[in-house]
């Protein structure tokens, strides 16, 4: 999406963070001007959502899912985090009742293990998370 706003507003401009869903689930953040999202929101290429109907959730132990065995192999010989930041919309991806439960400042964090021969997710406390993170760092 490229839009020119000015030479002026790109080096002065106030700069805020844009939150964009990627494909893959996740969320990437970069910095654009706000007269930047104003014109994207003017021309209608951009409009902002309602972030009190998403949380972002932090996975890890969700294998992504191969097309190809070799795929899954070299996953593992590399020894790719599972760790993953994405944006789940509250009533599709996440219930209502989930999300008030679980949900620390707008955030989830969920653990996935196998549990008889199917993996499932659990829901964790943020400091339970990190310990989980911490050890799969390794």
């Known amino acids: 999406m490229k839009t020119s706003v000015g030479l002026i507003d790109s080096l002065f401009?106030?700069?805020?963070?844009?939150e964009i869903?990627?494909?893959?689930?996740?969320?990437k953040t970069i910095q654009v001007t706000e007269k930047w999202v104003q014109e994207m929101e003017r021309t209608g290429k951009m409009t902002r959502k309602d972030s009190s109907r998403f949380v972002v959730a932090h996975t890890l132990g969700r294998l992504p899912e191969f097309t190809d065995p070799h795929q899954l192999d070299e996953f593992l010989m590399n020894?790719?985090?599972t760790y993953?930041?994405?944006?789940?919309?509250?009533?599709?991806d996440?219930?209502?009742?989930?999300?008030?439960q679980y949900s620390d400042a707008g955030e989830v964090f969920v653990f996935y293990q196998i549990v008889e021969g199917e993996r499932k997710g659990q829901f964790v406390?943020?400091?339970k998370?990190?310990?989980?993170?911490?050890?799969?760092?390794?």
Not at 21 to 27: I, R, Y
Not at 84 to 92: D, F, Q, R
Not at 129 to 138: M, N, P, Y
């Open 13 to 18: 401009g106030k700069r805020i963070p844009l």
């Open 21 to 27: 869903p990627m494909p893959d689930g996740t969320v």
């Open 79 to 81: 020894r790719t985090s």
């Open 84 to 92: 993953a930041k994405e944006s789940w919309k509250i009533g599709t």
């Open 94 to 100: 996440i219930s209502e009742e989930q999300a008030a």
């Open 125 to 127: 406390s943020r400091a």
């Open 129 to 138: 998370f990190a310990q989980l993170k911490a050890v799969s760092d390794v």
